[in-house]
């Protein structure tokens, strides 16, 4: 008599769900996004001709916002889930945001641009306005009162600050004068502008007596400001550097002093020239403390330790501010002037980005 093995049981095989199954094309919501904004422009286009206006573009595009955002979080929804529809609103909404924030940046930028270019011409930057009354002239001496006071004012901080964030970090880690270091310099970061002009201008009266006027004056009260950035933003990029790197350096006999230098400064280069440079941008365009430091003047003046040293915001103001005849010519100045303090702020950010690039360690083998 044979035996057979019974024969096996057929297996149930469960259907393999795909990754892109209930998922939407990539196109929809680029789609979705163009209808809402053809049908919005519809309405207002609409609603402005029956009522014999002019389109209105901020609500035509904030309700299209609105519209897209309901419309993508509800379709999302019904083909691909609940929580798919919670990523694509909180994506659509950080996009929203991001755009609203580009808003004012893109109409200052365009505005300042467009006004100022008027008289982006080479007497602007070949002459100052020194016997001038009317058209003409230039800011050539603001341009280099801004360069002298400015750098100055970096002179002064830099170093400061930079010393200030490694004691925090290096030397003084939980120890009771680092703490108040830092209650001091969290203080200082909130000081209004025109306050370190007259401490600038009170330190300065002290010696020389009431009304002074000086380029360094400015440099010291612009530092005052600057200071405080140095030092928690070159704070904060210290801390991010690996303890493992010091404690390899130390294990190879390597000082403190010389790990510091060789090791810790060189890793935290590229941010802490980044803070750097934030810091003059936060400076560099300040003009309550300049009015009360270094005063106003047409001539150029290149010393900072003798008299009055004029600067691009406060030559933007002045122009403004006293408007002549014809007051176009003044007007132009003073668009001008601001065109160029963004212009040195945004080759500034450049320079700050080659520095960062070239003495950024090398992490490829």
């Known amino acids: 008599m044979t035996l057979t093995a019974p024969a096996p049981a057929p297996r149930q095989v469960t259907p393999r769900t795909s990754l892109r199954s209930?998922?939407?094309?990539?196109?929809?919501?680029?789609?979705?996004?163009?209808?809402?904004?053809?049908?919005?422009?519809?309405?207002?286009?609409?609603?402005?001709?029956?009522?014999?206006?002019?389109?209105?573009?901020?609500?035509?595009?904030?309700?299209?916002?609105?519209?897209?955002?309901?419309?993508?979080?509800?379709?999302?929804?019904?083909?691909?889930?609940?929580?798919k529809a919670t990523d694509r609103f909180v994506t659509g909404l950080v996009t929203v945001?991001?755009?609203?924030?580009?808003?004012?940046?893109?109409?200052?930028?365009?505005?300042?641009?467009?006004?100022?270019?008027?008289?982006?011409?080479?007497?602007?930057?070949?002459?100052?306005?020194?016997?001038?009354?009317?058209?003409?002239?230039?800011?050539?001496?603001?341009?280099?009162?801004?360069?002298?006071?400015?750098?100055?004012?970096?002179?002064?901080?830099?170093?400061?600050?930079?010393?200030?964030?490694?004691?925090?970090?290096?030397?003084?880690?939980?120890?009771?004068?680092?703490?108040?270091?830092?209650?001091?310099?969290?203080?200082?970061?909130?000081?209004?502008?025109?306050?370190?002009?007259?401490?600038?201008?009170?330190?300065?009266?002290?010696?020389?007596?009431?009304?002074?006027?000086?380029?360094?004056?400015?440099?010291?009260?612009l530092s005052v400001l600057m200071i405080p950035v140095v030092v928690r933003s070159s704070e904060e990029m210290l801390r991010l550097v690996p303890n493992e790197l010091r404690e390899a350096s130390y294990a190879l006999g390597v000082p403190k002093w010389l790990t510091i230098l060789k090791v810790v400064m060189p890793t935290a280069i590229a941010g802490i020239t980044t803070g750097i440079m934030l810091s003059i941008a936060r400076v560099i365009g300040e003009t309550a403390p300049l009015l009360v430091t270094a005063g106003f003047t047409d001539s150029l003046n290149l010393n900072l330790f003798d008299g009055r040293m004029q600067t691009l915001p406060v030559f933007t103001y002045a122009q403004y501010a006293n408007q002549g005849i014809p007051p176009e010519a003044y007007t132009d100045r003073a668009w001008a002037a601001a065109l160029t303090l963004i212009l040195i702020v945004m080759v500034l950010n450049l320079l700050a980005r080659l520095v960062a690039k070239l003495f950024a360690p090398k992490t490829g083998r």
């Open 97 to 221: 945001a991001f755009l609203i924030a580009m808003v004012p940046l893109i109409s200052v930028s365009w505005t300042v641009v467009s006004a100022g270019i008027a008289r982006f011409d080479a007497l602007f930057f070949s002459s100052s306005m020194r016997n001038v009354v009317g058209e003409g002239g230039g800011a050539v001496h603001a341009i280099w009162g801004t360069v002298l006071v400015t750098l100055a004012a970096a002179v002064i901080s830099i170093p400061i600050g930079l010393m200030t964030a490694i004691y925090l970090v290096e030397y003084g880690a939980g120890k009771r004068i680092a703490r108040g270091i830092t209650f001091l310099v969290d203080v200082m970061t909130g000081i209004p502008s025109i306050v370190a002009g007259l401490f600038a201008y009170a330190l300065f009266a002290l010696f020389f007596g009431a009304g002074v006027r000086l380029g360094i004056m400015g440099s010291i009260a």
């Open 22 to 83: 209930g998922r939407l094309p990539d196109w929809a919501p680029w789609a979705l996004l163009g209808g809402v904004i053809a049908a919005m422009l519809l309405v207002f286009w609409l609603l402005a001709a029956a009522g014999g206006n002019g389109l209105d573009v901020a609500g035509w595009l904030i309700l299209s916002a609105i519209g897209y955002l309901a419309l993508i979080t509800l379709l999302s929804s019904l083909v691909e889930g609940g929580r």
